[in-house]
């Protein structure tokens, strides 16, 4: 009997130092989409994503600019997309069959973005988002809102109003 009860004791012993560690904040969280291009991962805000579509078919629009891919059609309303391959200067993808859209808004604009592979969708603590390093390449510098560790890779979260922004204002 006395075994019993100090096996009892040492869980609820356990258990109150368990209880002693877990702190209960409530520290501001954001929902991040995280993706991957060329191998990086990258995350934009997910109150400025509405929707992430894969397998869409993408019509070329003779004239535009190259970091325009063309346009979709999302249930009847055409949208246009934004290659982030070139507005971040990275290489292209040789297989966009497998890329996702996503269908982002800011800075009064709404277009679709197309990424390699959406890895995840998350909710992480503001604090974990860091301030961007300052050896960021100078057309990263502007639209790089921080950094973070997500499974044990670096994911860049960018500023889609900023993106949509200069974008908007390079067309014109």
Same mark, same amino acid.
């Given at each position: 009997?006395?075994?019993?009860?100090?096996?009892?004791?040492?869980?609820?012993?356990?258990?109150?130092? #368990?209880?002693?560690e877990?702190v209960n904040?409530?520290?501001?969280?954001? =929902? %991040?989409?995280v993706?991957?291009?060329?191998?990086?991962?990258f995350? /934009? $805000?997910?109150?400025?994503?509405?929707e992430?579509l894969?397998q869409v078919n993408?019509?070329f629009v003779p004239?535009?600019?190259?970091s325009l891919?063309?346009v979709?059609?999302?249930r009847?309303d055409?949208?246009?997309?934004?290659s982030? $391959?070139?507005?971040l200067q990275l290489?292209?993808?040789?297989? !966009?069959?497998?890329?996702?859209y996503l %269908?982002?808004r800011g #800075?009064?604009?709404?277009s679709g973005?197309?990424?390699d592979?959406v890895v995840?969708?998350?909710?992480?603590?503001?604090?974990?988002? $860091?301030?961007?390093?300052?050896?960021?390449?100078? $057309?990263?510098?502007?639209?790089?809102?921080g !950094?973070l560790?997500f499974k044990? =890779?670096?994911?860049?979260?960018?500023d889609l109003d900023?993106? /949509? #922004?200069d974008?908007?204002?390079?067309?014109?």
């Amino acid at each position: 009997m006395s075994q019993q009860e100090l096996t009892l004791d040492q869980v609820l012993s356990q258990r109150r130092e #368990a209880n002693r560690e877990v702190v209960n904040v409530d520290e501001p969280m954001a =929902k %991040l989409v995280v993706f991957e291009l060329q191998g990086d991962w990258f995350a /934009f $805000h997910g109150e400025k994503i509405r929707e992430i579509l894969s397998q869409v078919n993408v019509f070329f629009v003779p004239g535009c600019p190259p970091s325009l891919e063309g346009v979709i059609n999302v249930r009847g309303d055409i949208e246009s997309v934004i290659s982030l $391959h070139e507005v971040l200067q990275l290489p292209a993808s040789a297989d !966009i069959s497998s890329s996702s859209y996503l %269908l982002g808004r800011g #800075a009064g604009m709404s277009s679709g973005i197309r990424v390699d592979t959406v890895v995840d969708v998350v909710d992480v603590l503001l604090s974990n988002i $860091h301030k961007p390093p300052t050896t960021l390449p100078e $057309h990263l510098r502007v639209i790089v809102s921080g !950094i973070l560790r997500f499974k044990e =890779k670096t994911v860049t979260v960018l500023d889609l109003d900023r993106i /949509f #922004a200069d974008y908007s204002h390079g067309l014109g």
